[in-house]
T-cell receptor, first 113, second 111 residues
Framework: GESVGLHLPTLSVQEGDNSIINCAYS??????FIWYKQESGKGPQFIID?????DKRQGQRVTVLLNKTVKHLSLQIAATQPGDSAVYFC????????????FGTGTRLQVTL | EPEVTQTPSHQVTQMGQEVILRCVPI?????FYWYRQILGQKVEFLVS????????KSEIFDDQFSVERPDGSNFTLKIRSTKLEDSAMYFC?????????FGPGTRLLVL
C-alpha cells in the first residue's frame, strides 16, 4: 500500500523570538550528536554538533544542550529569522567514529512575520 | 566552503531498470555514505564506505544495491533492478571523521 508520511511536529515562532526545538534520542551509547536543517527539496545542512562529554555548545545564534540522563537534546535559535524556516533533525552517532547516523523524526519550524 | 555534489538532480526510470547515482565527495574526506529519504519521512542510512570497502550497511541495502569508488573523486550508488518503493531522495554524504556533510540529493522516481 501507499506509505504515509510522518506528521511532523510543527513549531510556529514569530520573527525575532527565540526558538527551542527538542529531540529525544534512542541509544544511551550514542556519543556524538548533530543538528541538521533541511529546506524543501534540499539536503540536510549541518548546523551544530556536540559530543557526549559536553552538555552545552554554542554557535552563531544557535545553542545545543545535551541531557544524557534523560537522553534529550535541544536546539535553541536566538532571534529567529524567516530564513530559519525549515525542518530540523537531530541525528545520533553510536560509535563516535565515522559511522552511520540515526536521524530523528524532525520538527518543522515556521517563522511568522 | 567545499560541498558534496550529486548528479543527476532528478532521475525517472522504469521499474526493473538499473540506475546509477553519482556523487563527488569533499576532496579531503575519507568516509563516504549514501542515505535516502522517502517523501515526507526521515532520512535513513543505507551504507558507509571507507578505505575502498563497505564499513557498514543497513537492512535496506540489499543485494540490489552496490557502491563503488571508480576513481579518486567519484562515489556511485547502483540499484540493479529498481522497484516502485525505491522512489526517494538519495543523499550522498562524506566526512573527514564524524562531521557528516550532505549533498543536495538525487530525486529518483520509479514508474
Amino acid at each position: 500500500g501507499e506509505s504515509v508520511g510522518l506528521h511532523l511536529p510543527t513549531l510556529s515562532v514569530q520573527e525575532g523570538d527565540n526558538s527551542i526545538i527538542n529531540c529525544a534520542y534512542s541509544n544511551s551509547a550514542s556519543d556524538y550528536f548533530i543538528w541538521y536543517k533541511q529546506e524543501s527539496g534540499k539536503g540536510p545542512q549541518f548546523i551544530i554538533d556536540i559530543r557526549s562529554n559536553m552538555d552545552k555548545r554554542q554557535g552563531q545564534r544557535v545553542t545545543v544542550l545535551l541531557n544524557k540522563t534523560v537522553k534529550h537534546l535541544s536546539l535553541q535559535i536566538a532571534a529567529t529569522q524567516p530564513g530559519d524556516s525549515a525542518v530540523y533533525f537531530c541525528a545520533e552517532n553510536l560509535s563516535g567514529t565515522a559511522s552511520k547516523l540515526t536521524f530523528g523524526t524532525g520538527t518543522r519550524l515556521q517563522v511568522t512575520l | 566552503e567545499p560541498e558534496v555534489t550529486q548528479t543527476p538532480s532528478h532521475q525517472v526510470t522504469q521499474m526493473g531498470q538499473e540506475v546509477i547515482l553519482r556523487c563527488v565527495p569533499i576532496s579531503n574526506h575519507l568516509y563516504f555514505y549514501w542515505y535516502r529519504q522517502i517523501l515526507g519521512q526521515k532520512v535513513e542510512f543505507l551504507v558507509s564506505f571507507y578505505n575502498n570497502e563497505i564499513s557498514e550497511k543497513s537492512e535496506i541495502f540489499d543485494d540490489q544495491f552496490s557502491v563503488e569508488r571508480p576513481d579518486g573523486s567519484n562515489f556511485t550508488l547502483k540499484i540493479r533492478s529498481t522497484k516502485l518503493e525505491d522512489s526517494a531522495m538519495y543523499f550522498c554524504a562524506s566526512s573527514e571523521e564524524t562531521l557528516v556533510r550532505f549533498g543536495p540529493g538525487t530525486r529518483l522516481l520509479v514508474l
